[in-house]
């Protein structure tokens, strides 16, 4: 069964940094598309950024050069580093598939941006 594991959610200040890792497992062969997503309190859930299976990243606009997707295949292991954080960011973060299975949604990990 493939689950996917988020980690490195905290709480940090406005222009702060956190480094979020979410690990793969249970899925044979090579690590497919994955996505990190984020649902904020009240609003749908998002894609916040994309890695394909040969590393090409897509970014939502709102992130696009403050955050930066990127995976370790060996590890099984998709992190997603985010700096200079805003209070908007605020969210349960996800990772999945890209696009998205919905049998494969965690936990998250809670990300909170306040001063």
């Known amino acids: 069964q493939v689950q996917f594991v988020e980690s490195g959610g905290g709480l940090v200040q406005p222009g702060g940094s956190l480094r979020l890792s979410c690990v793969v497992s249970?899925?044979?062969?090579?690590?497919?598309?994955t996505g990190w997503y984020r649902q904020a309190p009240g609003k749908e859930r998002e894609v916040v950024a994309t890695?394909?299976?040969?590393?090409?990243?897509n970014y939502a606009h709102s992130v696009k050069g403050r955050f930066s997707i990127s995976r370790v295949n060996v590890k099984r292991t998709v992190y997603l580093q985010m700096n200079s954080l805003k209070p908007e960011d605020t969210a349960v973060y996800y990772c999945?598939?890209?696009?998205?299975?919905?049998?494969?949604w965690g936990q998250g990990t809670r990300v909170t941006v306040s001063s």
């Open positions: 999945n598939r890209h696009p998205p299975i919905s049998e494969y």
């Open positions: 249970g899925s044979a062969g090579s690590m497919y598309a």
């Open positions: 890695i394909s299976e040969f590393g090409t990243t």
